[in-house]
């Protein structure tokens, strides 16, 4: 039995959630419906908190092909562990996964950056774990390109744990703009993990490849770990 408090001292359970044979199935999954539909797919992971079992959501699309229905998946998940007769206090969610278009870096280069409409999606996310948990527990938040058929190279952020930006009048009117903006005139890389970073948010792009993170990101997997707290 694992509770939340131990699973915040316990960083290398995150590491097992994302090393491990279920991650790596449903991500292959995903990239396959990527390259299949042509379009954003994603899914969502709920984490139950006394067993530390994870449960998946399939693989969802959105209302077309550059949108990821998460709210969805989110709505899933819920069914599913009310199903098993949990209760919302028992599990949360952890992490959530979509792909940004659907070009292979084969043939054009990517800059990985998530929407406004990402980083709103990342803090109702937290609010929800929060209202049904009483933890204050931010989500995992990965935002992927397709690399290859079976790869993918992902930028990978969480919010700060001392405090929720998108609650701060002028901080969301700063990110909000910021990253609009990013939509007309295209950032590299470095500036949008700098702009995350500005706010304090963990961000790294991390390389999924031959079925597995490279050995260089996985310190940073189970720093990931390290942010939960009762509030």
């Not at 408090?5 to 990239?31: C, D, N, W, Y």
């Not at 995992?140 to 990978?156: G, P, Q, S």
């Not at 903006?181 to 500036?191: A, D, H, K, T, V």
């Amino acid at each position: 039995m694992i509770t939340l408090e131990e699973f915040a001292t316990l960083p290398e359970v995150i590491e097992r959630i994302f090393t491990s044979p279920e991650f790596g199935k449903i991500l292959q999954k995903t990239i396959a419906q990527v390259e299949k539909h042509r379009r954003e797919m994603g899914f969502t992971i709920a984490q139950e908190i006394e067993t530390g079992t994870s449960h998946y959501s399939r693989p969802i699309g959105g209302g077309n092909e550059n949108k990821t229905a998460i709210n969805v998946s989110l709505e899933e998940l819920e069914r599913k562990l009310r199903s098993k007769h949990l209760k919302k206090a028992d599990w949360f969610f952890l992490s959530d996964l979509h792909f940004h278009g659907y070009e292979s870096r084969e043939t054009q280069e990517t800059v990985i950056c998530p929407s406004s409409q990402d980083m709103f999606m990342t803090a109702a996310i937290r609010s929800i774990n929060a209202e049904n948990t009483g933890m204050n527990i931010p989500s995992i938040d990965i935002i992927a390109n397709r690399v290859a058929k079976t790869d993918a190279e992902m930028l990978v952020y969480q919010e700060p744990l001392n405090y929720m930006p998108l609650d701060n009048d002028a901080i969301f009117d700063e990110i909000q703009a910021t990253f609009e903006e990013f939509l007309y005139s295209p950032p590299s890389q470095r500036e949008v993990l700098g702009a995350l970073k500005h706010y304090d948010y963990k961000a790294k792009i991390l390389n999924f490849i031959d079925g597995r993170f490279q050995e260089e990101d996985i310190t940073f997997i189970r720093s990931l770990g390290s942010v939960f707290s009762r509030e």
